[in-house]
């Protein structure tokens, strides 16, 4: 059975990817700053093979004990989905230090620190596939969030780079650049009036908010055996990126 590790996993795209996974015969891994134990038995219940074990991704110690405790029970994971991530909307001139430190150490540090941890594992297995969730705005610049937008920028960077390194030796790297989804994360900027529900969906070609299954639909396809897909950043944006059209002219093709 193979072994999948879902970072972020108590909602969102992350609960919906280890579901996923669950349902198509891995045994998933799940992790999240908060306790997960009710999201882990409820995969259970349904037949999922599941472990669970709340910590800071961002925190070293924690990973490397993540990482010990795979190592114990499974060798290696097969799979590493590094989807956790917090979000600020901020101007940069208002954006503290500590606020910045804190984006850049769950959106950036903790996937280093995951991939280095499980990537020793895959390496000396010489096996392995790791997907990072991304952003489109890692793909483009996005108004207040100078912090957020960073930190998804140097993870298709980190991406990349780990997909030409270790590519050879038979690790594969790839990353997910979603766009808006309805998630929790989502319900919480909006509630901040960054956005509104048209805001999003009149941008979207179509027309619609992702949903979190959406997203780990594509992540499980990348992280599929014997592919030859590797160093790549697939939007799951419902078409965003590639529409540079003004919204009048959009909505006027709907």
């Not at 134990?37 to 472990?51: M, T």
Request: aromatic content about 6%.
């Amino acid at each position: 059975m193979k072994v999948a590790l879902v970072t972020g996993a108590a909602q969102g795209v992350g609960f919906a990817t280890a579901k996923l996974l669950a349902e198509t015969g891995h045994h998933v891994v799940m992790t999240d700053l908060q306790d997960i134990e009710v999201q882990a038995n409820s995969l259970i219940a349904s037949g999922g093979k599941v472990s669970a074990l709340s910590g800071d991704i961002s925190s070293e110690s924690f990973v490397i004990e993540l990482a010990r405790k795979i190592a114990a029970e499974h060798e290696a994971a097969d799979i590493l989905v590094n989807n956790a991530g917090i979000s600020l909307i901020q101007s940069a001139e208002d954006t503290t230090i500590e606020q910045w430190q804190r984006v850049m150490g769950i959106n950036l540090t903790g996937p280093f620190l995951l991939c280095r941890e499980m990537g020793r594992q895959m390496l000396a297995r010489g096996r392995g596939n790791i997907v990072n969730v991304a952003s489109i705005a890692g793909l483009h610049g996005i108004i207040d969030r100078s912090a957020y937008n960073a930190s998804k920028h140097g993870l298709i960077g980190l991406t990349r780079t780990l997909a030409a390194e270790w590519g050879g030796r038979g690790v594969r790297v790839n990353a997910v650049c979603p766009g808006w989804i309805k998630t929790e994360m989502d319900a919480a900027d909006q509630g901040s009036g960054a956005y509104s529900d048209d805001d999003i969906v009149n941008r979207v070609p179509m027309a619609r908010f992702a949903k979190p299954e959406d997203v780990a639909k594509a992540i499980a396809f990348l992280a599929q055996e014997d592919s030859f897909i590797n160093g790549v950043t697939l939007p799951v944006d419902g078409g965003w990126i590639a529409d540079a059209s003004w919204e009048t002219l959009r909505l006027e093709s709907r």
